[in-house]
């Protein structure tokens, strides 16, 4: 399935950004040249995951899985353009079904463990046309295969559930081991009368955005590779690198920076999953890492645990790329004079945004906690090779005019090799995000800043102006949570906002108005949230009651001033 325009391909191949590598063929090259090298471990805690024991395999032994995977795909019925809906944790063989998908020309399309039926009937209805879901048995000690299959049985009845874990024979589940694969001359068979091109879509991954419903963002072989190679420049990733991530493999996060650069440099994964800090340490020491993605609240509790930095030894870390909220200086100073270790500034969205501050072109501390290098704009040179292939501007929102001046605060507009091609199955929007020369509208505010000598080198971020709301790197769109507290008897307005947390970024809060002589709850409000069966991450932490919501003269909700009013240390008439 190619989605992006031919154009656009063209133009990318002939520029050297984009070539015919497939993600599989990095692996394959991987495997060839390291097969007695370790390639992917699991945490020492999964057991308490999934109930099955770590595994540690080496490039030999993961490519004899991946295979095997790949074959019993095949007996399934699935093939090229065939989609694959996953809901699973951070597992070895979670990354396996990844590779095996992309050997045969499968989509994968990957979902937070979190995600329940509200989110998943949005997702299969967007998807259209789903192949399988996969899964595991357990998860955290809990049935996830019943789960999931109870979910899309009321969905999706005709949907197959592929389970890891052994399940029940009369659980309606298929046992992925169970599952006889075709010979191994059928798999080359297959491979060789249906070609996986770079240029074709390797996932549909979600995203809230500003809307009520999750977004499918296709990216192609061509667009996760591009992104991989930014990612392993920028991290300093050398070859046969370690890197560990205890974010999700489901998105940008998890997936484009750390499974990518796996794949590019031949090195070691360490996966981690759920968060724990001293695992995270002593996984650290333990495997050796030598880049660890983390976000800043993740590596400001790490600096600040001394207890855990006296039992482990991190100083084999080299570089740490961080983002989904502001960095301070201090973080970045600590971690470079205690341990030699750099902090590189990164913003970036599943849709292909790609910023960053790094030590090669920004050296202070100061200026890289604050500040993105201004790439994409003619008349700079940067350090990182990979600029030369991204274009930004800053336009203002209301006449789309470019922005030019220090100070002035505009939507970022971006095109690069990463971008993806819009919005699956959604035209609309695509439309909205999409401008007729192929930037992406991100909605992000960022003004143009100075360095030290005067030179308008930099970006700093201003806040989303589609009022996003980050909570521990998910994301959740606000008009789908008022929705759901809209339900309730008792409110009669709401409005639904972030407000600052020092461990998730943001945490939710509901502000509303209630109907005259009624009551309500934080409780009750969950209440809501557990029937619809949304999320556990997208719950509110913090309800806020109002006579009036602050409006502008035409009506609309001034989420800014409930965000100072719940802010205000005197107020706590509703919160909980």
């Not at 090669?360 to 003619?378: C, K, L, M």
């Not at 001046?405 to 993806?420: D, H």
């Not at 609309?428 to 308008?456: H, K, P, Q």
């Not at 009022?467 to 409005?495: D, K, T, W």
Request: aromatic share 8%; net charge negative; proline share 8%.
């Amino acid at each position: 399935m190619r989605l992006h325009p031919e154009t656009v391909i063209q133009s990318y191949r002939a520029s050297g950004a984009w070539g015919s590598t497939t993600i599989d063929d990095l692996f394959c090259a991987n495997a060839a040249a390291r097969p007695g090298a370790m390639a992917i471990v699991d945490a020492p805690n999964r057991a308490t995951l999934d109930g099955r024991e770590p595994r540690r395999l080496t490039y030999a032994d993961y490519a004899a899985e991946v295979d095997l995977i790949a074959r019993r795909l095949l007996t399934l019925g699935l093939g090229k353009d065939s989609i694959v809906l996953i809901q699973m944790p951070n597992v070895v063989e979670l990354v396996a079904l990844m590779q095996a998908c992309g050997r045969i020309g499968a989509i994968l399309s990957p979902t937070p463990m979190q995600y329940g039926a509200h989110e998943l009937r949005q997702i299969l209805n967007t998807l259209e046309h789903v192949a399988c879901a996969f899964t595991v048995e357990t998860f955290q000690g809990k049935a996830q295969g019943e789960r999931l299959s109870s979910i899309l049985g009321a969905i999706a009845p005709e949907l197959p559930v592929v389970s890891l874990g052994h399940p029940a024979p009369d659980s309606g589940r298929i046992d992925i081991e169970g599952v006889a694969p075709v010979e191994p001359q059928a798999l080359a068979a297959y491979r060789a009368a249906h070609p996986v091109d770079a240029d074709e879509i390797f996932t549909i991954c979600w995203t809230s955005g500003t809307t009520a419903e999750p977004k499918g963002v296709p990216r192609s072989h061509n667009n996760w590779i591009w992104h991989g190679r930014a990612v392993v420049e920028t991290g300093n990733c050398g070859p046969g690198e370690t890197l560990m991530t205890p974010f999700p493999a489901v998105n940008m996060g998890g997936f484009g920076s750390a499974l990518l650069p796996w794949w590019l440099t031949g090195g070691k994964l360490v996966l981690h999953h759920p968060f724990d800090l001293e695992l995270y340490a002593s996984q650290i020491e333990s495997e050796q890492v030598g880049v660890v993605l983390g976000a800043p609240a993740i590596l400001t509790s790490l600096l600040k645990a001394e207890d855990i930095l006296a039992r482990y030894d991190i100083s084999c870390l080299h570089d740490a790329p961080s983002g989904s909220a502001p960095l301070t200086p201090w973080l970045i100073t600590e971690f470079e004079r205690r341990f030699g270790i750099q902090i590189i500034n990164q913003f970036g969205s599943n849709e292909g945004t790609t910023l960053v501050a790094s030590p090669a072109d920004v050296p202070d501390p100061t200026e890289r906690a604050s500040y993105f290098s201004r790439i994409g704009v003619p008349g700079f040179r940067w350090n990182l090779t990979f600029a030369q292939f991204v274009e930004t501007r800053l336009v203002d929102p209301a006449t789309d005019e470019t922005i030019s001046e220090p100070g002035v605060p505009g939507e970022l507009l971006i095109r690069s090799p990463s971008i993806f091609p819009g919005y699956y199955r959604r035209p609309d929007l695509t439309a909205d995000a999409l401008d007729e020369r192929g930037f992406f509208r991100t909605g992000d505010l960022f003004e143009i800043a100075c360095n030290a000598a005067g030179d308008a080198v930099f970006y700093r971020f201003m806040g989303r102006a589609k009022e996003l709301i980050i909570r521990g790197g998910f994301n959740i769109a606000p008009p789908e949570i008022e929705a759901v507290v809209q339900g309730h008897p008792a409110v009669a307005e709401v409005a639904v906002v972030g407000y600052p947390d020092d461990r998730l970024g943001e945490r939710v809060c509901v502000c509303a108005v209630l109907q005259p002589g009624a009551s309500l709850s934080l409780d009750q409000v969950i209440d809501l949230f557990r029937q619809e069966d949304v999320a556990k991450f997208k719950w509110p932490e913090r309800l806020e009651l109002f006579d009036s919501l602050p409006r502008n003269p035409i009506g609309k909700v001034l989420k800014r001033e409930l965000q100072r009013q719940i802010d205000e240390p005197a107020r706590h008439l509703g919160a909980a």
